[in-house]
């Protein structure tokens, strides 16, 4: 059950009955966030700052336009910022990198100035990594968890196949200078041990970047190319710099909202910082716990809380139904420990289906033996 429950956590769906558990949980602690301080933070959108260039076939033959950032403006401010007497503490541009432009050759003169910055990169729909066409800069995987086939963020994944490390990861290893590697289902990132694969705690939602009073809210790229070179500089100084679509072309339903790629990466990047996700050996301690009176379950003939089921229903209606849902509950009690302790949920529906599926057989095999 427990090489279950880690294979489970690496899946990128959820159940239904899933979704809201861990909706329902989220949304309790809402009153405990720890959204950070929006100082620490520049957040420029580029949704509104746009150009045209020539959309070619695969035999590279123009069929049309395509929209993509203004890279003119994106060097503009860029060139701003490799002046500012305190430059930015890092620089994360969350742009998709992989046409080419007329205005690359002045974009990729200041990127290439720029000691702390990081480019978005995809993995396409065959599997391969497609790196940002300005291959001097650094960059890191900007997708979510890779490989799922249904819509939605639900979990985040770190390192993909062992090796690529994902952008938020990377960004924490350059500004604490730490080393993450992978083993197995878990990340050692520094001294502590995380899931690779784990349901992220949002510590700023998108509605944040809408409220005026909460200091989030993007400026866009082009009115901020109206202030003064001064003003910007004052503006960027030793603060984390996200650039990106904050409002319409990448936007992506999650277990809270409809949240924007850049806030996404960057509440993976928090939930890292502040070791959201923790395993260690309690939390191990505390599986094995709720798995061991699980199986004494599975083998024992009416325990406790299924007796108490048959009293409220009855044994005609909780004759199927009793077993499965002394395990669904308790796992999600056992999830909402996880959560509350570590920040971990647990799948529990489908791993109520594997403790079922045991109970029966167990009390098929005993009959046989009768």
């Known amino acids: ?7 489970l956590m690496k899946l990128p769906w959820l159940a239904s009955d899933e979704k809201f558990l861990i909706w329902s949980t989220t949304f309790l602690d809402f009153s405990n966030r720890e959204r950070p301080e929006s100082e ?7 949704s509104s700052d746009l150009e045209l260039i020539d959309k070619v076939d695969e ?7 395509q929209a993509i950032t203004d890279r003119q403006k994106l060097a503009q401010l860029l060139k701003v910022i490799n002046e500012c007497p305190e430059p930015p503490a890092y620089t994360i541009i969350d742009i998709h990198f992989v ?4 205005n ?3 974009l990729s003169l200041e990127l290439y100035q720029m000691e702390k910055v990081i480019l978005s990169a995809h993995i396409n729909e065959h599997g391969d990594l497609e790196p940002p066409i300005f291959d001097q800069a650094d960059f890191g995987i900007s997708d979510y968890l890779i490989g799922t086939a249904f819509d939605g963020i639900y979990k985040y994944q770190l390192i993909f196949r062992d090796t690529a490390k994902l952008l938020p990861l990377k960004v924490h290893e350059h500004l604490t200078s730490t080393t993450s590697r992978k083993w197995g289902p878990f ?4 001294t502590s041990w995380t899931m690779n694969n784990f349901i992220m705690n949002y510590r700023i939602l998108q509605k944040d970047i809408y409220d005026q009073e909460a200091g989030f809210n993007p400026v866009n790229l082009g009115e901020l190319l109206y ?10 100084a030793g603060k984390i710099i996200v650039i990106g679509d904050f409002f319409e072309n990448d936007m992506h339903e999650t277990v809270l909202e409809i949240t924007a790629g850049p806030l996404i990466l960057l509440n993976a990047f928090l939930t890292i910082k502040h070791c959201d996700t923790v395993v260690n050996f309690w939390f191990f301690l505390l599986l094995a716990a709720a798995y061991a009176y699980m199986s004494y ?13 048959n009293k409220l229903v009855g044994k005609r209606f909780s004759r199927y139904l009793a077993g499965f849902a002394s395990y669904f509950l308790l796992l999600t009690f056992t999830s909402l420990c996880t959560y509350l302790f570590f920040n971990i949920h647990l799948n529990v529906f489908f791993l109520a289906i594997a403790f079922y599926t045991i109970d029966v057989l167990t009390g098929l095999i005993k009959i046989d033996l009768t």
Request: proline share 2%; glycine share 6%.
């Open 187 to 190: 990340v050692k990132i520094g």
């Open 40 to 46: 620490e933070f520049v957040f420029i959108n580029t």
């Open 1 to 7: 059950m427990m090489v279950l429950t880690f294979y």
């Open 104 to 106: 690359d050759t002045q």
């Open 297 to 309: 379950m599975a083998f024992a003939k009416d325990d406790i809380i299924e007796r108490r089921i």
């Open 227 to 236: 202030l003064s070179d001064e003003d910007i500089h004052e503006f960027v």
């Open 99 to 102: 046409d080419s432009s007329a």
């Open 59 to 65: 035999f590279g033959f123009p069929v049309g336009n």
